[in-house]
């Protein structure tokens, strides 16, 4: 079974400063997608960002980056220019591809909680 | 809709009885999934539906928990003889068709209180 830890139960940011949250996760699957997804007071989960596992360039969207280490089976996410809207818990999740056929299931971690200091 | 919603928001309940939770996915999604999140904890996978199916209830934590879905759409997580141990946020999940690069689009989840 696939499981998926994130180590940072909190981490606290300087607004504009660059912070990272750290993942690792554990598979004998050699194809999956790894998500971090962020989850305001409001509860809605947001996909922040998402890789595929076969593809060794690193995701970026705007301000959000990951580290993807496949060998490592590391995934961390990086946040440039942190804003206060940042301020949550994140979550690292794991999908695979042909798990048996159940490439629908997200696994997640137990989510880091991120304050954003003004 | 614009986005997934689940009703109600928050709900508390006497322990024993039965409560309903529903789910209104995104207009066209065929694959729904609900999810449990304990306090402190991650997302934990309950059920999953491709259209009316259920070809996963792996993840139902007991009989006394069962879901439907009708009409490819609304889901209903049923639990009965709550116990407090049932004391979750409950969230549902939606994607246009099961695959595992796809986005899944949660609602705003409900939070069950047992007491």
């Known amino acids: 079974a696939q499981t998926v830890t994130q180590s940072q139960p909190e981490m606290s940011v300087q607004e504009a400063e660059t912070v990272t949250l750290s993942c690792t996760y554990d598979?004998?699957?050699?194809?999956?997608?790894l998500f971090w997804y962020k989850q305001p007071p409001s509860r809605q989960m947001i996909l922040v960002i998402r890789?595929?596992?076969?593809?060794?360039q690193n995701a970026t969207e705007n301000r959000f980056s990951v580290n993807f280490q496949k060998a490592a089976k590391s995934f961390s996410l990086k946040i440039s220019d942190s804003q206060l809207g940042d301020a949550a818990m994140y979550f690292c999740a794991y999908r695979g591809l042909n798990s048996g056929g159940s490439n629908y299931k997200l696994t997640f971690g137990k989510g880091t909680l991120l304050t954003v200091n003004p | 809709g614009a986005g997934v919603s689940q009703s109600p928001s928050n709900k508390v309940t006497e322990k024993g009885k039965d409560v309903e939770l529903r789910c209104d996915p995104i207009s066209g999604h065929t694959a729904l999934y609900w999810y449990r999140q304990r306090l402190g904890q991650g997302l934990e996978f309950l059920i999953y539906?491709?259209?009316?199916?259920?070809?996963?209830k792996s993840g139902l934590p007991s009989d006394r928990f069962s879901a439907e879905r009708t009409g490819e759409s609304v889901s209903t997580l049923t639990i009965q003889r709550t116990q407090q141990e049932d004391s979750a946020v409950y969230l549902c999940?939606?994607?246009?068709?099961?695959?595992?690069?796809?986005?899944?689009?949660f609602g705003q989840g409900t939070r069950l209180t047992v007491v």
């Open positions: 539906f491709q259209g009316n199916s259920a070809p996963d």
């Open positions: 598979t004998s699957e050699s194809d999956y997608y």
């Open positions: 890789q595929e596992a076969y593809k060794q």
């Open positions: 999940a939606s994607s246009p068709r099961q695959g595992a690069r796809l986005e899944a689009f």
